[in-house]
Structure formats: C-alpha cells, structure tokens
C-alpha cells in the first residue's frame, strides 16, 4: 500500500508539538521526570494525538461566532435548536424487538409504562433481508434477533394497542423499508389514523448495508432509487415522518474508527440529497426529512466533538452545494445509541458504568434520542430488568445530572473545540477523497469505505492485543473468580413454528384476485421504474408478504452478493 | 515438508455482523495460514461445499444472530454426511453459555465468546490441527 496517502486514521500520526510557554513547558518537563507519563504515546479511542495542556494556542484563528455560533443558528455546532433540553428532553427511545409480534407488543406495553417517549422495533433477520419465514435461509433465526414481521397481520399485532398518532415509531429496516413501512401505514389507515398524524423514522439507509451492516436485497443503483421513491411519497403524503436514518452507528460497530464514521456518514447523506435532487425533488421539501444515527463510544470527548462537528459539517456541505431556503434542510437531527461493540461478555456489570458515560457523552453532544443499551447483550436480546436499568440510566442523566439545564455547557474547551476541529478536518479529506470517486456509490462499488473500515477495525484490534488500549476485563483487571453471571432472554423456540402457521394461514386466507392483481401492478411500476410506494400500500392491503413483494423486485433488479473482502 | 493449515472462515444464515470474522481471518493469514472467507449469508450446504474443494482443514463458523443452535449442528451434520471427520470446526460469536455445551455435543470442538484474543485463536487452531494431522504443533 505504499504511496497511497490515507486519509483515515489507520496509520497513526505523529505527536504534535505543544507550545504552552517555555516556562510551563519547563515544569512539565521536570514533572514528568518524577512521574514519567503512564503511555508512549497518548491518542484517543480513535488514534487521534492528545497532548498535554490544551490552550488558545490550539485553536489558531478561531473565531466562536464563525466555528460556533448560538444553537439554532448556523451552523449549529451548538445545538440544532435554541432551547435544546431546556424545553423537552431528548427522545428516550429503547430499541425493541424479539419473538412474536405477541412478545414485542407487549414489551412496548412495558416500556411506555415505564417512561420511553418513543418506539423503536427491531425486527428479526428474515424480515431484515426480505425473506419469507418460511424460506431455508430463514431456518433457525425468525424471531431470534428481532420480531418476525411477515405481513399486514403481524403488524397489526405488533401495534395492537399502541396510539400511532401520538407516540412516534422508529423501524430499523434498511432493504425492504418501503414494504414494511407500507404495511405500518396500512395498519394506521384500518385504525382511522390519518397519514398526517403519523410521525416516525424508517432507517432506510441502503449505503451503509453495503458499507457496514449487510442487510441488502438488490444492487447499490436499485436500492437508491427505492430510497428516493420513499422520499417523494414521504414529503408528499406522511409529512411527519423521516424516510431515512443516516446511520454511523453500523458503520461504526463495524470497526470503524470516529472519524470514518462521521465521514462516511455524511457523505452518505450527502449522495441521497443528490440522488434525490438528480430525480427532480427540491430539497426544501425532502431533506429536512432526513435524520441521522450515530454511535456513541468510550472516548467520551471524542464523541461529544464527533456530535457537534457533525453538525457543523452537514449545514456547511449543504449550504454550500445547494443553498437552501428551507432552514430545516441545514439541520443534522440525529438518533444515539450507546456503542454495543464496547460491551463485554467478561464482567458484564461493569457494561452499565460504559453505557452511562457512553449516554452522558451522547447528551453533551447534543442528540434528539437516544438508546441506552443493556448490560447483558453480549450474550442476547436483554431482559426486562437489563433494559429497564438501561432506561433508567437515562432518566437519571436526565433529571439528575443537571448536565441538560443549560444549552452545549462543554463549547469554548480548548480540547472540545481542538477535537471537533479536527474531526471536520479529518472529514474533508475523506469528502475529497470519495467526491474525486464520482461520490459514494461509486466509492461503495469500488469497496473503499468497506476496506477503510477492516484496515481500522484490525488496526484496533492489534492495539487491545497489544494493551496500547486497555478494556477493563479483557486485558486489564482480569478476573479469575467465576464471572458475576448475568441472567439472560430466552426465545421461544415454538416463535419459528407459529410464525410459519400464521403466514401459511393469511396466504390462504387472503383475496386471490387482489393480491395477483396488486403484485402484477408492482412488477410492472418496478419494471418501468414508476411510483412504487401506492404500490407497496395496495401490496400491503392485499396481505402481500414482505418475502413476495421482495422476490418482485430481485426478479426485476437482480440480487447483490458479498464481494467478501477482508 | 508441512503444507500451511488452511482454514475457511465462514458466516452462515442470514447475519451480517462480520467485524470478527474479518479480524480473525486476517490475523490467521498474517499468522502463516491460508484463509478462503465465505462472505456473508451462506448456507450450511455452501460452507461445507467450500471447505471441501479448498481441501480445508479447519472451518471457523462466525454466528452473532442467535440462530446457532441450527447452523452450528446443521454444518456438523453436513461434514460427517460428506465423511470430513479429519476436518475442524470451531466458531465464535455471540453464543450463550448453556448453549456451548450443546454445540460441542454436536461437534463443534471450541466456541470462542466476546473478549478471545487473536493470539489464543491462533494457537489453537495451529495445535487442534496438527492433533488431527497427528503431528507436532
């Protein structure tokens, strides 16, 4: 690889020289001829260079009104809103989903009793890669990792109960998004519930599948034009709804380091707005429907930099590529969970002390909601008790902390400001980068962000091994006693068998001549690449499966396969 | 003279997370070892297809979604069904503890959980193969 100039943090850059003043200089020189300094080297989670002392001297030519400005105002480092928490709090927004619809529904009982302010369904692998229950690569996982979503009829069950015009629902699904999301609109439409009242987000985001998180179903070209075919329905038709989730956060658990993940994930954005401005939408109308996901890990002043420098960048970039009158298309609103990849199997109490610090950072970093994640999911989908600790975190940084009283209390540290600084740095020159590819779909093709991401990914791992980083419990602070064992979820075996039952009976049941003629319409609007949302709508009235409907589209757009690289 | 260890790291079902399974292919193949990664969502058939025509020696199942106790004893069966009884199978993932006596019920010698270290992965699979091969590791 010699010669290639990388613009990541995978080759580890030199220290910085620091000049605080020779005569502080001087006394930290003897100071740490006493108490040598405890590393070689000191960096951030992310390899980012941290020096001693942070002053004005780090932030040359800074000018607050500029970099920062006041929140609500570009470009919007401080905050997307004015008030911020002062107002309402952050969205506290527990990812939910195992089993039945049956099982979810009524964890979602559970949780709005006990104080989330919104929804947020994971649903199980078949429905995430499209394919039927009862399809052979289905055996063995429906309901496992997330609830089992077939058809019209589960979800029915799944918001039995549930005011859909009042609390807003997050659905992390990415290839079929337009399918399931039209069976939510579906099952809203039974219930009387006008569209306009509807409010949620639907990830969506089929560039990070192939970057990250691998739940594709066609090809890259495909898979944008669906996603834009779901913004001109959106704008149009469910007005409250965001109809996609711009997310770092797979990207990240992928091995990503900080910089990577703020990078790639803007530039994602970034090719949808031109994607969908390239397909004659303005984007005064569907970008302000657009959000973001992000990560949020250990380095906890990395992160709260990572939030505000996201935001920062995004008003920039759209700003000055499209100019937009509508303020609301400037502003990156974003959903945090706190980082699964950090938790360990080993120890796994001390998972509620990473989440804690993790959601604080998340805080100060200024997010829209936030998940807070359990402590035993190394292990699987976590208990009631697990997440009920894990919500209550949140509550307790909410109502206690008092850290959310006063509006981006951490802005003018001069370690803040250096790392958000140097986080849009590091930004730019991955933008020039994959702008110089032709964008990020190509830059997808081609594997860039995908091989980017291993070479930081075993980068870090060498580190652990190597006790560069330290992770309590893994290569520190070893325990040799027996683990505190932490009680884990169960899933019903039986869930596989009765979905299978369940689909079999709503094929039987179903009108055979409105749903021939519904998927004959859908083959036809995806052949001639017209308006597939009323489609999905009217597939979805019919009792359409989410496996049918997606073989239609494979059929038309052709499959995408793991290029595998490693 | 000794040909290298080959080993297929595999991801089988339909999971995605493949972060670890990356990490311990490239770190076998830094380690001396000749590695064929399958990609994501194969089927148990595909797997043991691979393994077999890369002559392998070991197969390293990666499993984070919960689905295995199927996939783990499905590719088990498969290997005894094709009368690989001279090749390994190890995995890692997210796996349960009451689960993983199961598994090496079915022949699955080791499962390793969050937290392994590259270094104990590879010496492992360098000894567990050359036991098999009957020589010194």
């Given at each position: 690889?010699?010669?290639?100039?990388?613009?990541?943090p995978?080759?580890?850059?030199?220290?910085?020289?620091?000049s605080?003043?020779?005569?502080?200089?001087?006394?930290?020189?003897?100071?740490?001829?006493?108490?040598?300094?405890?590393?070689?080297?000191?960096?951030?989670?992310?390899?980012?260079?941290?020096?001693?002392?942070?002053?004005?001297?780090?932030?040359?030519?800074?000018?607050?009104?500029?970099?920062?400005?006041?929140?609500?105002?570009?470009?919007?480092?401080r905050?997307v809103?004015?008030?911020?928490?002062?107002?309402?709090?952050?969205?506290?927004?527990?990812?939910?989903?195992?089993?039945?619809?049956?099982?979810?529904?009524?964890?979602?009982?559970?949780?709005?009793?006990?104080?989330?302010?919104?929804?947020?369904?994971?649903?199980?692998?078949?429905?995430?890669?499209?394919?039927?229950?009862?399809?052979?690569?289905?055996?063995?996982?429906?309901?496992?990792?997330?609830?089992?979503?077939?058809?019209?009829?589960?979800?029915?069950?799944?918001?039995?109960?549930?005011?859909?015009?009042?609390v807003?629902?997050?659905?992390?699904?990415?290839?079929?998004?337009?399918?399931?999301?039209?069976?939510?609109?579906?099952?809203?439409?039974?219930?009387?519930?006008?569209?306009?009242?509807?409010?949620?987000?639907?990830?969506?985001?089929?560039?990070?599948?192939?970057?990250?998180?691998?739940?594709?179903?066609?090809?890259v070209?495909?898979?944008?034009?669906?996603v834009?075919?779901?913004?001109?329905?959106?704008?149009?038709?469910?007005?409250?709804?965001?109809?996609?989730?711009?997310?770092?956060?797979?990207?990240?658990?992928?091995?990503s380091?900080?910089?990577?993940e703020?990078?790639?994930?803007?530039?994602?954005?970034?090719?949808?707005?031109?994607?969908?401005v390239?397909?004659?939408?303005?984007?005064?109308?569907?970008?302000?429907?657009?959000?973001?996901?992000?990560?949020?890990?250990?380095?906890?002043?990395?992160?709260?930099?990572?939030?505000?420098?996201?935001?920062?960048?995004?008003?920039?970039?759209?700003?000055?590529?499209?100019?937009?009158?509508?303020?609301?298309?400037?502003?990156?609103?974003?959903?945090?969970?706190?980082?699964?990849?950090?938790?360990?199997?080993?120890?796994?109490?001390?998972?509620?002390?990473?989440?804690?610090?993790?959601?604080?950072?998340?805080?100060l970093?200024?997010?829209?909601?936030?998940?807070t994640?359990s402590?035993?999911?190394?292990?699987?989908?976590?208990?009631?008790?697990?997440?009920?600790?894990?919500?209550?975190?949140?509550?307790?940084?909410?109502?206690?902390?008092?850290?959310?009283?006063?509006?981006?209390?951490?802005?003018?540290?001069?370690?803040?400001?250096?790392l958000?600084?140097?986080?849009e740095?590091?930004?730019?020159?991955?933008?020039?980068?994959?702008?110089g590819?032709?964008?990020?779909v190509?830059?997808?093709?081609?594997?860039?962000?995908?091989?980017?991401?291993?070479?930081?990914?075993?980068?870090f791992?060498?580190?652990?091994?190597?006790?560069?980083?330290?992770?309590?419990?893994?290569?520190?602070?070893?325990?040799?006693?027996?683990?505190?064992?932490?009680?884990?979820?169960?899933?019903d075996?039986?869930?596989?068998?009765?979905?299978?039952?369940?689909?079999?009976?709503?094929?039987?049941?179903?009108?055979?001549?409105?749903?021939?003629?519904?998927?004959?319409?859908?083959?036809?609007?995806?052949?001639?690449?017209?308006?597939?949302?009323?489609?999905?709508?009217?597939?979805?009235?019919?009792?359409?499966?989410?496996?049918?409907?997606?073989?239609?589209?494979?059929?038309?757009y052709?499959?995408?396969?793991?290029?595998?690289?490693f | 003279?000794?040909?290298?260890?080959?080993?297929v790291m595999?991801?089988?079902?339909?999971?995605?997370?493949?972060?670890?399974?990356?990490?311990?292919?490239?770190a076998?193949?830094?380690?001396?070892?000749?590695?064929?990664?399958?990609?994501v969502h194969?089927?148990?058939?595909?797997?043991?297809?691979?393994?077999?025509?890369?002559?392998?020696?070991?197969?390293?199942?990666?499993?984070?979604?919960?689905?295995?106790?199927?996939?783990?004893?499905?590719?088990?069966?498969?290997?005894?069904?094709?009368?690989?009884?001279?090749?390994?199978?190890?995995?890692?993932?997210?796996?349960?503890?009451?689960?993983?006596?199961?598994?090496?019920?079915?022949?699955?010698?080791?499962?390793?959980?969050?937290?392994?270290?590259?270094?104990?992965?590879?010496?492992?699979?360098?000894?567990?193969?050359?036991?098999?091969?009957g020589?010194?590791?």
């Open positions: 690889m010699s010669g290639v100039v990388r613009p990541g995978a080759v580890p850059a030199p220290a910085e020289p620091h605080k003043g020779p005569q502080w200089q001087a006394q930290y020189e003897a100071a740490i001829e006493t108490h040598p300094e405890r590393k070689a080297r000191f960096s951030t989670l992310s390899d980012i260079p941290v020096g001693p002392l942070y002053t004005a001297d780090d932030l040359p030519g800074f000018d607050p009104e500029r970099e920062l400005g006041r929140p609500g105002e570009f470009p919007y480092t905050g809103y004015p008030s911020m928490y002062r107002g309402r709090l952050w969205t506290m927004r527990q990812f939910a989903g195992f089993g039945s619809a049956e099982d979810t529904n009524a964890r979602f009982h559970y949780l709005l009793a006990h104080g989330v302010t919104g929804l947020s369904t994971a649903f199980d692998m078949p429905t995430l890669m499209g394919r039927d229950c009862d399809d052979p690569l289905s055996r063995g996982e429906v309901g496992r990792e997330g609830v089992a979503v077939s058809s019209l009829a589960d979800m029915r069950i799944l918001f039995d109960k549930i005011p859909l015009g009042e807003t629902t997050s659905m992390t699904i990415n290839g079929p998004a337009s399918i399931v999301w039209a069976m939510y609109l579906a099952a809203a439409e039974e219930r009387g519930i006008p569209f306009s009242k509807l409010g949620g987000t639907i990830q969506n985001d089929c560039l990070k599948e192939y970057i990250a998180q691998r739940e594709w179903i066609v090809p070209k495909p898979a944008m034009e669906l834009v075919d779901s913004f001109r329905y959106g704008a149009r038709e469910v007005p409250k709804w965001n109809t996609v989730s711009i997310s770092g956060y797979h990207i990240r658990e992928a091995g380091t900080a910089q990577q703020l990078a790639f994930t803007l530039l994602d954005g970034l090719e949808y707005v031109k994607w969908g390239a397909a004659g939408l303005d984007v005064n109308d569907f970008a302000p429907h657009l959000s973001f996901f992000f990560d949020v890990h250990n380095d906890f002043f990395e992160e709260v930099a990572k939030f505000r420098a996201a935001r920062r960048i995004w008003a920039r970039e759209m700003e000055r590529r499209y100019h937009p009158t509508n303020e609301k298309a400037l502003l990156m609103r974003t959903h945090a969970q706190t980082a699964g990849v950090s938790l360990t199997a080993q120890q796994p109490y001390n998972n509620v002390v990473r989440v804690a610090l993790q959601a604080l950072a998340a805080v970093g200024g997010t829209q909601s936030l998940h994640n402590l035993d999911e190394t292990y699987a989908l976590p208990t009631e008790e697990a997440v009920t600790l894990a919500l209550r975190t949140q509550q307790v940084i909410a109502h206690e902390s008092g850290v959310g009283d006063t509006v981006d209390p951490l802005a003018g540290s001069y370690y803040l400001e250096h958000t600084n140097e986080m740095r590091s930004f730019e020159r991955y933008r020039d980068e994959i702008d590819m032709g964008g990020m190509a830059a997808v093709e081609r594997g860039y962000p995908q091989r980017e991401i291993i070479e930081a990914s075993f980068h791992q060498q580190q652990v091994e190597e006790k560069e980083k330290i992770i309590v419990g893994i290569n520190k602070y070893v325990s040799d006693a027996d683990e505190a064992k932490v009680p884990t979820l169960a899933i075996p039986e869930v596989e068998r009765k979905q299978i039952e369940r689909l079999t009976e709503v094929r039987a049941k179903r009108d055979p001549g409105r749903w021939r003629e519904a998927m004959e319409r859908l083959r036809a609007a995806a052949t001639s690449h017209s308006e597939l949302m009323p489609e999905f709508l009217e597939c979805a009235r019919a009792m359409a499966g989410v496996g049918e409907q997606v073989q239609v589209l494979k059929d038309v052709g499959e995408y396969h793991d290029p595998g690289y | 003279m000794k040909r290298p260890i080959r080993v595999a991801k089988a079902g339909l999971d995605g997370h493949d972060r670890g399974v990356k990490v311990v292919a490239r076998l193949r830094d380690a001396g070892m000749e590695v064929i990664y399958t990609g194969q089927t148990p058939e595909a797997v043991v297809e691979t393994a077999l025509q890369e002559d392998a020696d070991a197969i390293g199942l990666s499993l984070l979604s919960g689905a295995h106790n199927y996939l783990f004893p499905r590719v088990a069966e498969l290997m005894k069904e094709k009368g690989m009884d001279d090749v390994l199978l190890f995995g890692g993932g997210i796996i349960p503890e009451d689960d993983i006596e199961g598994l090496k019920k079915h022949g699955v010698e080791r499962i390793f959980q969050p937290g392994a270290s590259l270094e104990e992965i590879i010496a492992y699979v360098r000894i567990a193969v050359a036991k098999r091969r020589q010194p590791a």
